[in-house]
């Protein structure tokens, strides 16, 4: 299978140079030249798959020209090692918690499966691949812990000094072997741009392999898609119609819902769940996408201003707004909305919500106040004890601290603190 960028279906590229680009050479994001649905059987089925042969299954077409049948099954195998349950929270209401991974956030999924592929393509390669990330947070924890050990592969993480949690810096920071965390002075929007740089600076890119391990990336967004085929299985005998309600930032997993969708998977309807960083729920309702600098909100990790992923949800339905209108609804909730909501459902029923998770919930109320008949499932993206003090603030109460997480916290933060690009040029290139 070839992707083609978005920007010229001319430009295209196997899975695996579209791995270790990252982005294509116009700029624009990989897309794959044919979504196949899979046999309807698959489906009747599913409740006798295992989670593994379900996400066999689901990604091959996607990527078997580039990865062996044995291999693909080992990186699955590697990627995919727990749970991803769908909890009932209220009648027809459930959530799926994607926070069981090694770092407790869902980006462990994508993370993982890229690192394998990047690990598989450069094995005999001269030259190492440097995987350069920016993040607010969770991404660079995923990634670090994703990536860690794989040979042939560097990664340099850029994030914001004293702007991410103690878990997240600790994540990212105690690693060590091949992962080094740049400690900037400055902002998320800083780290970002000094990457966007680097990636232009043939003074860099003459010399070394650069790619990017945010969600733009094919082998990060795609595996993302095996979660709503999990759901599924898990809520089919409900027998009836079910709704997502995705908690919503750069757009990169709800998309891969929408792929799962087109491979076949029955789902009534989408629901995207965003705080108040709003630009697509005013797309949906204006029809006119205008991206705006991002606003800080409790549910950070979707304090994204211009989603990246967004284009390929408008290429899936050919930009025929009418179209994406029938399967996506977007609504927005402010920071106090998300809070009543935790403390609403927290004193009902006992369940702790993340302020992420919360945003989901909210989304999925509002599309079922039309649609009181379907069953509804929103995803969980992170344990609440990663983002600790909005849950202490709003509940009043400590969720304790999980061992993978504790056994980071003991751990000696190593960080190389730099202020301006050339510092980044200089670590890169020595
Ligand atoms: C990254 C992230 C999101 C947003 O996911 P996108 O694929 O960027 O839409 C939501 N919740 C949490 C906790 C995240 O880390």
Redesign the pocket.
Known sequence: MKFYSLNSQNIQASFKDAVIAGIAPDKGLYFPERIDALPPAFFDEIESLSDHEIAFRAIHQFVNEDIPDDVLKKIIADTLDFEFPVVEIEDNVATLELFHGPTM???DVGARFMANCLGYFSKGEKQDVTVLVATS???GG?VANGFLGVDGVKVVILYPSGKVSDIQEKQLTTLGQNIEAMEVHGTFDDCQRMVKTAFLDSGITDHKKLTSAN?INVARWLP?LFYFLFAYKQAKSKGREIVFS???????????GMVAQKLGMPVQHFVASTNMNDVVPQFMEKGTYEPVPSVATI?N??D?GD?S?FVRIRHLYKDDLDTLRENLSSYSFTDEMTRKAMKEIHIKTGYVM?P??AVGYLGLKEYQKQHPDTFGIF?E??HPV??LDVVEETLGLSPAIPPQIQKVMDREKKSHIISSYEDLKDFLLA
């Open positions: 956030a869902f980006k947070g969770d991404t995923a969600s993302q995705v908690p919503s930032g750069n757009f990169g997993n709800i998309c891969a549910s990790a979707m994204v989603p992923n993340d992420h998770g995803l993206t992170a990663k983002f």
